[in-house]
T-cell receptor
Framework: KNEVEQSPQNLTAQEGEFITINCSYSVGISALHWLQQHPGGGIVSLFMLSSGKKKHGRLIATINIQEKHSSLHITASHPRDSAVYICAVRSQGGADGLTFGKGTHLIIQP | NAGVTQTPKFQVLKTGQSMTLQCAQDMNHNSMYWYRQDPGMGLRLIYYSASEGTTDKGEVPNGYNVSRLNKREFSLRLESAAPSQTSVYFC???????????FGQGTRLTVV
């Protein structure tokens, strides 16, 4: 069973700061997902990646397959970025479905 | 664009009652999933359906049954609800097993 660890669990930052959220996993994967969950809301997919780096607006996701590690970066953070960010992986050769980290609760203060 | 639609959004059950959570997607996806989300834990897979006509157990299937009624719909049934099934339930779908996942808005279920 893949173990997915995220850090930090909680993060409070000031508007404009550069944010980094980390995710590590224990077993080889075929894909890693970064998801966003707003309070009381549903879950939105931000990225799916299996190698390298992806960028969408102020969000950047990177993955190092050899080190079994991924990072999600937010540049020029804004209060509307406040949410729970969740890392999830699909293990190679395993059963279908994703294995999730516990999430990082991010608060951006004005 | 509806995406993944779950009903109901909220439900309170008494211990022993039964209910069915409904999920429908309009993206012609092959794979559908049911997850539960509990405080302090990551989402956990209950059941999934890799394609129409197939269903398989996930990590925490006990106390649940599922039906893949057609390509669009994947329902989750609690035959005899227990307080341990108090949770937020999410349905998700993807085009294939290793593509982007789309989630419903969740169903907050309380069993008293």
């Amino acid at each position: 069973k893949n173990e997915v660890e995220q850090s930090p669990q909680n993060l409070t930052a000031q508007e404009g700061e550069f944010i980094t959220i980390n995710c590590s996993y224990s077993v080889g994967i075929s894909a890693l997902h970064w998801l966003q969950q707003h309070p009381g809301g549903g879950i939105v997919s931000l990225f799916m990646l299996s190698s390298g780096k992806k960028k969408h607006g102020r969000l950047i996701a990177t993955i190092n397959i050899q080190e079994k590690h991924s990072s999600l970066h937010i540049t020029a953070s804004h209060p509307r970025d406040s949410a729970v960010y969740i890392c999830a992986v699909r293990s190679q050769g395993g059963a279908d479905g994703l294995t999730f980290g516990k999430g990082t609760h991010l608060i951006i203060q004005p | 664009n509806a995406g993944v639609t779950q009903t109901p959004k909220f439900q309170v059950l008494k211990t022993g009652q039964s209910m069915t959570l409904q999920c429908a997607q309009d993206m012609n996806h092959n794979s559908m999933y049911w997850y539960r989300q509990d405080p302090g834990m990551g989402l956990r897979l209950i059941y999934y359906s890799a394609s129409e006509g197939t269903t398989d157990k996930g990590e925490v299937p006990n106390g649940y049954n599922v039906s893949r009624l057609n390509k669009r719909e994947f329902s989750l049934r609690l035959e005899s609800a227990a307080p341990s099934q108090t949770s937020v339930y999410f349905c998700a779908s993807s085009a294939r097993t290793n593509t982007e996942a789309f989630f419903g808005q969740g169903t907050r279920l309380t069993v008293v």
